[in-house]
């Protein structure tokens, strides 16, 4: 059993590290796909197959895709490596190496004291699939925090729409109000014709 | 073999998601000069954070972190869209994602 | 009741002071003028309890300081000193605001000039009812800024402004004099009341202390600055350069301030100090020196003058002059005494001087002529207070001028033969210039550069007048005789003021007695035949650099300006120069381009580059990590 999680690790760590060398912005998506995938597969592992197929769903079908959808519309120069971030990027790295560091010295000591956590709420049961227990907890325990999120998916709907939506030049739309809301003054104006003189030289409005 | 090929503890899957968060942020400080680039980076962070989450889950039986997983889900998604919605606008505004012509923020 | 003395006057100022736009002037009026004459008749019946019946009033009204070892309540004190200095002050002090009703009727301003005046009567009731040195400070200073606000009350005369300013200024050299004397007064004594201080100065009469390396009398050095503060406040000589520019005020304001009551502070402080100045017999010499110089100095100046009021103002300072002299003499009652009479004839002068200038519009006597057809009753009342100062029997001002030069030729001092001497030929310089103003006013052709005929003054302007020269006519022998004044010790004055050894002993010859009126009637004759001819335009000729000398007031003010006012015009440009380019570019200049240019340079620091922002980001993110590992892990 530990294979599969050294086998399924590793491919994520590479996939990872695909999706931020690559120079092909589409392949960069498509590196992070993989990547998904393979953390769907942990997920699995770990005996939380409700939230893998839920990844896989939401992540790889929504927003991968959404992101290929962008790359491909805008037109992406292939980018050089920029020399001149040099010294960005050394300080960067020692960044990350120090970072990794402290993770790794932060996990050691805290995991090993073996402290247990004494509230037990929820308990995952053996006998009960990995959905039916989120779904009795999530209605009912946590249902505020559900219905937030759901306020915050409108929230990024509305948004998106409002940051995108362009007002195109040149097309006539109705006002149906406006057209109910017509007056006589503004529509109709009684002239009267003089006799032996015509319609010529009348000012209209 | 038996020392390396040993039972898979809540430290691996832990170190595991520390990896991965700093990938992200090697990606996001190592860029290449996209903001697509970055936008996919910050993915993978809440990717690793949610790991973190169902291994403390799985391993403590405790339900609460999956609910944050979920959760985690929801939110990513949204700033995904919202992120892209900015892009698609300012490459309308300026014609470019380059980094370094993105600083309208200058002051 | 009595405490309505001070309080009428001061509600009366504020009420038409703050209500300045709102009140009418008829109505501004009747609020000041019935306050003070409230407050006269009270006083009149405090100087029958006080100053007749002998009793002496000390009404506590509220406690003021008391911190540190120093005490000091708003008290109402009435002896025979005050009580008769309350006479003078409320009595002039309500002729002058009825007055100034007929005299400032075309003037618009009236309600804040009438508040301005009750303003200046409460605070030279408090001067005068004080039992402290702290409230009689109060007082000094009020009456200085009132006299301040009523020089400049045509602000909008440049010269109203200057003059208001010199004035504020000069009274202020002397008050920097006084609070020192103050303070010395404490520091030694202890208290700042005058019933402890009275008591305590035989005790401190020998101390001497060091100061600038040389030993002096402490009641010395306290009476020298105490005289200085005077010399400011009466206009002694040195310190008188603000007298006539001060009449620039209005004629009822000179009447008021510059005659009778504010320049008489120093006086009154002088008679009320009398216990501490008995014992620094230095200082009495000096007192006698500075008065009879002040008095034949100015004298001599007021004959060359051609203004109206300055001739006045000259002949104020020259009759206080006589004042410090009877005091320096240590017959405080005599200075007193002169001063009472004085405040009668000197404001009637004024006022009559007042209606003239109502009636012509003119000041310069060397433009107006004949008035002696016109204005009867002015002319009457300017002889009556003319002959007043000259000190002719039975008028009033004989009998105390006699009394002050009896007592200088008695005193048998130096300092008192040279006093005597200064007295006589002072006035013979009155007589001189009185007459000059009544020949060029009234007698003489008339004047053709007055166009309009000049109309006599109006009831309400010519009723305060008589009875103010009825002052003069009969208050002299009223004190003499039937208030006892002139008595030392057992007369009217009994402990308010102190004579440490009472040196009159022997009685004066007949010679000294009439010398004052033959020499005040030469002068008159003579100066009434230089004057109606060209005799006097004569000698001036004849004596060009010594009458351009006189003229320029001996060129007091030519004099300071050199020495003080162009050293201070200099350092104070240096001085701004200094707080501009120094000071000013130390503080916020500096300040200003200090943070202008790091600020400008800090801002660079947002580059607007997304990537630098999540590298701060990043980095800030992981040192306080690698923080919280090092402190809790390691």
Redesign the interface.
């Given at each position: 059993?530990?294979?599969f999680?050294?086998l399924f690790?590793s491919l994520?760590?590479l996939s990872?590290?695909g999706?931020?060398t690559s120079?092909n912005?589409v392949y960069?998506?498509l590196w992070?796909i993989f990547?998904?995938l393979n953390?769907s597969a942990?997920?699995i592992q770990?005996?939380?197959e409700?939230?893998a197929m839920?990844?896989i769903i939401?992540?790889v079908g929504?927003?991968a895709v959404?992101?290929l959808f962008?790359?491909m519309?805008?037109n992406?120069?292939l980018?050089?490596?920029?020399s001149q971030l040099l010294g960005?990027?050394i300080?960067?790295?020692c960044?990350?190496f120090?970072?990794?560091i402290?993770?790794?010295?932060?996990?050691?000591?805290a995991?090993?004291s073996n402290s247990t956590?004494s509230?037990?709420?929820?308990?995952?049961s053996g006998k009960l699939s990995?959905t039916h227990?989120?779904g009795a907890?999530?209605y009912t325990d946590?249902i505020i925090?559900f219905q937030l999120?759901?306020l915050?998916?409108l929230?990024?709907?509305v948004?998106?729409i409002v940051?995108?939506v362009r007002k195109r030049e040149g097309v006539e739309k109705q006002n149906a109000h406006k057209q109910i809301a017509r007056t006589i003054e503004e529509s109709i104006e009684i002239i009267k014709v003089k006799t032996r003189v015509g319609v010529n030289g009348i000012n209209y409005k | 073999m038996e020392s390396i090929i040993s039972n898979v503890t809540l430290e691996h899957y832990v170190i595991l998601s520390c990896c991965l968060f700093s990938i992200g942020m090697c990606g996001l400080l190592l860029n290449k000069g996209n903001v697509i680039n970055i936008l996919m980076s910050i993915e993978l962070m809440l990717l690793a954070a949610n790991i973190n989450f169902v291994a403390f889950s799985s391993y403590y039986n405790e339900l609460t972190g999956q609910i944050a997983s979920i959760i985690i889900l929801a939110i990513a998604a949204a700033e995904a869209a919202i992120g892209l919605a900015i892009i698609v606008n300012f490459y309308r505004a300026c014609g470019t994602i380059s980094i370094e012509k993105i600083n309208k923020l200058k002051g | 009741m009595i405490l309505a003395i001070i309080f009428f006057p001061l509600i009366a100022s504020i009420i038409t002071g703050l209500c300045n736009k709102i009140l009418s002037i008829k109505i501004a009026s009747i609020i000041c003028t019935t306050s003070v004459v409230i407050s006269a008749l009270i006083s009149a019946f405090v100087f029958y309890r006080v100053g007749i019946c002998g009793e002496v009033i000390h009404i506590k009204i509220i406690e003021w300081l008391n911190v540190g070892g120093i005490h000091a309540d708003f008290a109402m004190y009435i002896d025979q000193l005050t009580s008769i200095m309350l006479i003078t002050v409320t009595f002039i002090s309500s002729a002058v605001h009825i007055y100034s009703v007929g005299y400032m009727c075309d003037d618009e301003n009236v309600p804040r000039f009438m508040s301005f005046l009750s303003l200046f009567t409460t605070f030279m009731l408090l001067l005068v009812t004080s039992d402290n040195f702290l409230q009689l400070f109060f007082g000094w200073e009020g009456v200085g800024l009132c006299s301040y606000l009523l020089i400049g009350f045509w602000y909008k005369k440049d010269s109203a402004n200057f003059a208001s300013i010199k004035a504020f200024v000069v009274n202020r050299v002397g008050d920097l004099a006084f609070i020192v004397g103050i303070i010395f007064i404490y520091s030694y004594f202890g208290s700042l009341e005058f019933a402890y201080i009275f008591g305590k100065v035989p005790a401190l009469a020998e101390q001497k202390t060091q100061v600038f390396g040389h030993n002096f009398y402490v009641i010395e050095i306290i009476c020298f600055l105490l005289f200085i503060g005077c010399m400011g406040k009466s206009a002694q000589i040195g310190l008188h350069v603000w007298l006539p520019d001060a009449m620039e005020g209005p004629t009822p304001v000179s009447a008021l301030i510059h005659a009778a009551t504010m320049v008489t502070a120093g006086i009154f402080l002088l008679a009320r100090c009398s216990y501490l100045f008995e014992y620094a017999a230095s200082i009495l010499g000096f007192i006698i020196i500075i008065g009879s110089i002040t008095c034949l100095f100015s004298a001599v100046i007021a004959i060359t003058q051609n203004d109206i009021k300055r001739i006045i103002a000259y002949s104020t300072c020259s009759q206080l002059g006589y004042m410090f002299l009877a005091c320096g003499l240590s017959t405080y009652e005599a200075g007193i005494f002169h001063l009472y009479t004085h405040a009668y004839f000197k404001a009637a002068l004024f006022l009559a001087a007042g209606s003239v200038i109502h009636a012509t519009h003119e000041q310069d006597i060397t433009k107006i002529g004949g008035l002696r057809k016109f204005m009867p009753i002015t002319y009457v009342l300017f002889w009556i207070g003319s002959l007043a100062i000259m000190g002719i029997f039975p008028f009033s001002g004989y009998f105390s001028k006699d009394l002050i030069l009896s007592s200088a030729y008695l005193s048998g001092t130096f300092a008192g033969d040279f006093a005597y001497k200064c007295g006589i030929m002072a006035a013979f310089c009155t007589a001189i210039y009185s007459v000059k103003i009544i020949v060029k006013v009234f007698h003489g052709k008339q004047s053709e550069k007055i166009h309009h005929i000049p109309k006599e003054s109006p009831i309400i302007m010519n009723v305060p007048l008589i009875f103010l020269a009825a002052g003069s006519i009969f208050a002299g022998l009223i004190g003499k005789n039937i208030l006892d004044i002139t008595t030392p010790i057992t007369g009217f004055f009994k402990a308010s003021v102190f004579t440490k050894e009472f040196k009159l002993g022997s009685h004066t010859p007949f010679s000294v007695e009439i010398m004052p009126t033959i020499v005040a009637i030469t002068g008159m004759l003579i100066g009434y035949i230089a004057f109606s001819t060209n005799i006097s335009s004569t000698i001036s000729k004849l004596f060009r650099p010594l009458y351009k000398l006189i003229t320029n007031k001996f060129y007091f003010d030519e004099i300071y300006n050199y020495i003080f006012i162009k050293q201070n015009d200099q350092l104070s440009q240096k001085m701004n120069f200094i707080d501009n380019k120094v000071i000013d570019f130390c503080g916020p200049v500096i300040v200003t381009i200090i943070s202008y240019n790091s600020a400008k340079k800090i801002s660079s620091i947002h580059n607007g580059l997304i990537n630098f922002y999540a590298f701060t980001i990043a980095i800030g993110t992981v040192a306080s990590l690698s923080i919280l590992v090092y402190k809790y892990v390691l």
């Amino acid at each position: 059993m530990a294979i599969f999680f050294y086998l399924f690790s590793s491919l994520m760590i590479l996939s990872s590290i695909g999706v931020i060398t690559s120079r092909n912005p589409v392949y960069c998506v498509l590196w992070l796909i993989f990547t998904f995938l393979n953390s769907s597969a942990i997920f699995i592992q770990l005996g939380a197959e409700f939230i893998a197929m839920t990844i896989i769903i939401v992540y790889v079908g929504a927003v991968a895709v959404l992101f290929l959808f962008v790359v491909m519309m805008l037109n992406i120069n292939l980018a050089e490596i920029k020399s001149q971030l040099l010294g960005n990027r050394i300080v960067g790295a020692c960044l990350m190496f120090v970072l990794i560091i402290d993770f790794i010295l932060i996990v050691k000591s805290a995991l090993s004291s073996n402290s247990t956590i004494s509230i037990f709420h929820n308990q995952a049961s053996g006998k009960l699939s990995n959905t039916h227990s989120i779904g009795a907890i999530l209605y009912t325990d946590y249902i505020i925090v559900f219905q937030l999120s759901g306020l915050v998916l409108l929230l990024a709907m509305v948004g998106c729409i409002v940051l995108t939506v362009r007002k195109r030049e040149g097309v006539e739309k109705q006002n149906a109000h406006k057209q109910i809301a017509r007056t006589i003054e503004e529509s109709i104006e009684i002239i009267k014709v003089k006799t032996r003189v015509g319609v010529n030289g009348i000012n209209y409005k | 073999m038996e020392s390396i090929i040993s039972n898979v503890t809540l430290e691996h899957y832990v170190i595991l998601s520390c990896c991965l968060f700093s990938i992200g942020m090697c990606g996001l400080l190592l860029n290449k000069g996209n903001v697509i680039n970055i936008l996919m980076s910050i993915e993978l962070m809440l990717l690793a954070a949610n790991i973190n989450f169902v291994a403390f889950s799985s391993y403590y039986n405790e339900l609460t972190g999956q609910i944050a997983s979920i959760i985690i889900l929801a939110i990513a998604a949204a700033e995904a869209a919202i992120g892209l919605a900015i892009i698609v606008n300012f490459y309308r505004a300026c014609g470019t994602i380059s980094i370094e012509k993105i600083n309208k923020l200058k002051g | 009741m009595i405490l309505a003395i001070i309080f009428f006057p001061l509600i009366a100022s504020i009420i038409t002071g703050l209500c300045n736009k709102i009140l009418s002037i008829k109505i501004a009026s009747i609020i000041c003028t019935t306050s003070v004459v409230i407050s006269a008749l009270i006083s009149a019946f405090v100087f029958y309890r006080v100053g007749i019946c002998g009793e002496v009033i000390h009404i506590k009204i509220i406690e003021w300081l008391n911190v540190g070892g120093i005490h000091a309540d708003f008290a109402m004190y009435i002896d025979q000193l005050t009580s008769i200095m309350l006479i003078t002050v409320t009595f002039i002090s309500s002729a002058v605001h009825i007055y100034s009703v007929g005299y400032m009727c075309d003037d618009e301003n009236v309600p804040r000039f009438m508040s301005f005046l009750s303003l200046f009567t409460t605070f030279m009731l408090l001067l005068v009812t004080s039992d402290n040195f702290l409230q009689l400070f109060f007082g000094w200073e009020g009456v200085g800024l009132c006299s301040y606000l009523l020089i400049g009350f045509w602000y909008k005369k440049d010269s109203a402004n200057f003059a208001s300013i010199k004035a504020f200024v000069v009274n202020r050299v002397g008050d920097l004099a006084f609070i020192v004397g103050i303070i010395f007064i404490y520091s030694y004594f202890g208290s700042l009341e005058f019933a402890y201080i009275f008591g305590k100065v035989p005790a401190l009469a020998e101390q001497k202390t060091q100061v600038f390396g040389h030993n002096f009398y402490v009641i010395e050095i306290i009476c020298f600055l105490l005289f200085i503060g005077c010399m400011g406040k009466s206009a002694q000589i040195g310190l008188h350069v603000w007298l006539p520019d001060a009449m620039e005020g209005p004629t009822p304001v000179s009447a008021l301030i510059h005659a009778a009551t504010m320049v008489t502070a120093g006086i009154f402080l002088l008679a009320r100090c009398s216990y501490l100045f008995e014992y620094a017999a230095s200082i009495l010499g000096f007192i006698i020196i500075i008065g009879s110089i002040t008095c034949l100095f100015s004298a001599v100046i007021a004959i060359t003058q051609n203004d109206i009021k300055r001739i006045i103002a000259y002949s104020t300072c020259s009759q206080l002059g006589y004042m410090f002299l009877a005091c320096g003499l240590s017959t405080y009652e005599a200075g007193i005494f002169h001063l009472y009479t004085h405040a009668y004839f000197k404001a009637a002068l004024f006022l009559a001087a007042g209606s003239v200038i109502h009636a012509t519009h003119e000041q310069d006597i060397t433009k107006i002529g004949g008035l002696r057809k016109f204005m009867p009753i002015t002319y009457v009342l300017f002889w009556i207070g003319s002959l007043a100062i000259m000190g002719i029997f039975p008028f009033s001002g004989y009998f105390s001028k006699d009394l002050i030069l009896s007592s200088a030729y008695l005193s048998g001092t130096f300092a008192g033969d040279f006093a005597y001497k200064c007295g006589i030929m002072a006035a013979f310089c009155t007589a001189i210039y009185s007459v000059k103003i009544i020949v060029k006013v009234f007698h003489g052709k008339q004047s053709e550069k007055i166009h309009h005929i000049p109309k006599e003054s109006p009831i309400i302007m010519n009723v305060p007048l008589i009875f103010l020269a009825a002052g003069s006519i009969f208050a002299g022998l009223i004190g003499k005789n039937i208030l006892d004044i002139t008595t030392p010790i057992t007369g009217f004055f009994k402990a308010s003021v102190f004579t440490k050894e009472f040196k009159l002993g022997s009685h004066t010859p007949f010679s000294v007695e009439i010398m004052p009126t033959i020499v005040a009637i030469t002068g008159m004759l003579i100066g009434y035949i230089a004057f109606s001819t060209n005799i006097s335009s004569t000698i001036s000729k004849l004596f060009r650099p010594l009458y351009k000398l006189i003229t320029n007031k001996f060129y007091f003010d030519e004099i300071y300006n050199y020495i003080f006012i162009k050293q201070n015009d200099q350092l104070s440009q240096k001085m701004n120069f200094i707080d501009n380019k120094v000071i000013d570019f130390c503080g916020p200049v500096i300040v200003t381009i200090i943070s202008y240019n790091s600020a400008k340079k800090i801002s660079s620091i947002h580059n607007g580059l997304i990537n630098f922002y999540a590298f701060t980001i990043a980095i800030g993110t992981v040192a306080s990590l690698s923080i919280l590992v090092y402190k809790y892990v390691l």
